[in-house]
């Protein structure tokens, strides 16, 4: 029952942000994977110390990459495409919307560059 009321939010609230005579062709979730890491032998008390760093660098590479590109970007993102436009959402663990991060003209996105330059 939980998942359905959420997915009925996220309808609705994609709704909300379609123009007049803009039909939605597809909502679904986007995942920028963490950098593969390196192995390395630590302490065991030192793990949830070394997950929260290089959980706040992940977090802050893909702002960066998305600020370079000029692209709305978040980890979890949930996405609505149009015939014209991406309309992003920040998402949660549960894939529930979040922060409404922006757009994106699909014309665009061949312009895009994911070099990291």
Known sequence: MAENSAWKHT????????EQEEPLK????????????????MPVGLLPLSWAVSHA???????????AAGVPMA??????????RLIIWKADRRWRL?????????GR???IDVSGS
């Open 11 to 18: 309808q609705a609230t994609v709704t909300a942000r379609l």
């Open 26 to 41: 597809a909502i679904f979730s986007a995942f920028v994977p963490a950098p593969a890491e390196a192995s390395a032998l």
């Open 57 to 67: 660098m992940w977090q802050a590479s893909v702002r960066k990459f998305g600020r």
């Open 75 to 84: 980890r979890r993102m949930t996405m609505a495409a149009t015939s014209r």
């Open 98 to 106: 979040r922060e409404f991060l922006g757009e994106l003209p699909l």
């Open 109 to 111: 996105i061949g312009d």
